[in-house]
């Protein structure tokens, strides 16, 4: 069975510095996949950045990177220059490559930036 | 704004009643996911349908059921309700093709069971 683990139930930041949100991740599959969604105060979830397990360099995407460390089962968010915006409750996913496609969600890290 | 569209956004009623969720997912997605986020268990995966046919089953209970309709909206019955089956469920789809298949959510129908 797939497990995420979210140890940081809450982070506050300073506006414009970065920030690296911990997840690490359990499975017996070679192949996953990794996701984080960012779930503001008006509870949509918003799909940020992904990272398959064979993608041998970090996904960025824009402010968002993704610190993929294999073989410790991590797979960190950094955010660069955070923003007032990026306050909002973040979380960890993973899905199996095939077969079910469903994901399994870690329990989150709310974020809260700082003027 | 993912594209996908759910249906109420707020459904407040009491327990021992039963209760639909709608679903359209974004033009094109084939699948439909349905997940559960309560205080207590977090996000969960419930349900998925493919172009119709359920696909995976994950924590569903048996008093909910769901089913995909030939125009790919999605409906998720509740019955028999009960107060800890308040939560916010949501609906994602993804696309047929193009890996690695992200699910874009919907915004959620806030249930409260009363």
């Known amino acids: 069975a797939q497990k995420i683990t979210q140890t940081q139930p809450g982070m506050f930041v300073q506006e414009k510095e970065a920030v690296t949100l911990d997840c690490t991740y359990d499975?017996?599959?070679?192949?996953?996949?990794l996701f984080w969604y960012k779930q503001p105060s008006s509870g949509e979830m918003i799909f940020l950045i992904y990272q398959g397990s064979y993608d041998e360099q970090n996904a960025t995407e824009g402010r968002y990177s993704l610190n993929f460390q294999k073989a410790r089962k991590s797979a960190n968010l950094v955010i660069s220059a955070s923003q007032l915006g990026d306050s909002a409750m973040y979380f960890c996913?993973?899905?199996?490559?095939?077969?079910?496609?469903?994901?399994?969600f870690g329990s989150g890290t709310r974020l809260q930036v700082q003027p | 704004d993912s594209g996908v569209t759910q249906t109420p956004k707020h459904l407040i009623t009491a327990t021992g009643q039963r209760v639909t969720l709608r679903c359209s997912p974004r033009s094109g997605d084939l699948s439909v996911y349905w997940y559960q986020q309560s205080l207590d268990q977090g996000l969960q995966f419930l349900i998925q349908y493919y172009n119709g046919e359920e696909r995976a089953k994950g924590n569903i209970l048996e008093r909910f059921s769901a089913q995909q309709f030939p125009d790919l909206h999605s409906e998720l019955n509740l019955s028999s309700l009960e107060l800890g089956d308040s939560a916010l469920y949501f609906c994602a789809s993804s696309p047929r093709t193009g890996y690695p298949y992200e699910q874009y959510f919907g915004p959620g129908t806030r249930l409260t069971v009363t």
């Open positions: 499975t017996s599959d070679q192949s996953y996949g």
């Open positions: 996913a993973m899905r199996e490559r095939t077969g079910r496609r469903a994901l399994t």
